[in-house]
């Protein structure tokens, strides 16, 4: 496990893991998301900066700030990834230690 996936807010960084790598870029969740068009980031390029190590670039993403939560993300992932999920996690993860 690398430093930054380990300081990732989750009882569970195992899980977390394994649903970033296997998020496959396909895109669908950027595709339906509803802000995702109004933000120079999307979700899938939170998830590919996660997949990199980089979670500091990932929290700072001005996506988390416009993510309205609505679940399509993660609906339409057809890896079956909780890309809402994980959003949430890093959004609470930029009020803490932000």
Known sequence: MTEPLQ??????VDDIQHEIFNCVQCGYCSVFCEVSF?????????MRLLQRDDLEKA???????LCKQCQTCSLMCPQGIDVAEIMRRLARYRFLNY
């Open 7 to 12: 300081r990732f807010p989750s009882s569970s």
């Open 59 to 65: 929290v700072k993403s001005s996506f988390l700030t």
């Open 38 to 46: 109004v933000s120079l980031d999307t979700p899938r390029k939170v």
